[in-house]
Antibody, heavy 117, light 107 residues
Framework: QVLLVQSGAEVKKPGASVRVSCKAS????????LHWVRQAPGQRLEWMGW????????KHSEKFQGRVTITRDKSASAAYMELSSLRSEDTAVYYC??????????WGQGTTVTVSS | DIQVTQSPASLSASVGDRVTITCRTS??????LNWFQQKPGKVPELLIY???NLQSGVPSRFSGSGSGTDFTLTISSLQPEDFATYYC?????????FGQGTKVEIK
């Protein structure tokens, strides 16, 4: 059974950074990409970026240029999304999602990040 | 980035109605358009991939069509459990984009 288990909720102050982890199980981690999606309260889904589980190559939305870093640890079958210079608008639920042949087929449970002074 | 325009933003419909939601992209994405359903507080669920392929386990009243820049999600006979928000997602380019979402409400 394919599972993506994310780290717990975070509360951060404006200007800080947050790192969300996503641990994969039930499949060969290096065979597929993991994408990151977020959703602010009452707002639309927003695609953030992705990482190739095998070679570690990444791409991210231009909206997050310079603020987002996506990494992976093959030995731990885990991916990480770090967002820096946090502001209130970054308050959202952050999801990791497995992608197979351009299809988002398995989602993590989501991690709530709250940015508040 | 490829822009995705989804319409309408919301609609009211009755059980049994036929419902259509559209997505238009700023350039051709061939067949790489996916549809998701999301209920409040829940993780999105994949309905349709590659424009017209029904994900395993999804009821056959859901269907997708289109190619190039214009795509449609159709629910042939709306059921009570279908009241939710629907999103399209283009997965053609290296940078993906969701539509704005369509909230389907009870009339």
């Amino acid at each position: 059974q394919v599972l993506l288990v994310q780290s717990g909720a975070e509360v951060k102050k404006p200007g800080a950074s947050v790192r969300v982890s996503c641990k994969a199980s039930g499949y060969t981690f290096t065979s597929y990409a993991l994408h990151w999606v977020r959703q602010a309260p009452g707002q639309r889904l927003e695609w953030m970026g992705w990482i190739n589980g095998g070679n570690g190559n990444t791409k991210h939305s231009e909206k997050f240029q310079g603020r987002v870093t996506i990494t992976r640890d093959k030995s731990a079958s885990a991916a990480y999304m770090e967002l820096s210079s946090l502001r209130s608008e970054d308050t959202a639920v952050y999801y990791c999602v497995r992608v197979v042949n351009s299809v988002m087929d398995v989602w993590g449970q989501g991690t709530t990040v709250t940015v508040s002074s | 980035d490829i822009q995705v325009t989804q319409s309408p933003a919301s609609l009211s419909a009755s059980v049994g109605d036929r419902v259509t939601i559209t997505c238009r992209t700023s350039q051709s994405i061939t067949k790489y358009l996916n549809w998701f359903q999301q209920k409040p507080g829940k993780v999105p669920e994949l309905l349709i991939y590659e424009a017209s392929n029904l994900q395993s386990g999804v009821p056959s009243r859901f269907s997708g069509s289109g190619s190039g820049t214009d795509f449609t999600l159709t629910i042939s006979s709306l059921q009570p459990e279908d009241f939710a928000t629907y999103y399209c997602l283009q997965s053609y380019s290296t940078l993906w984009t969701f539509g704005q979402g369509t909230k389907v409400e009870i009339k």
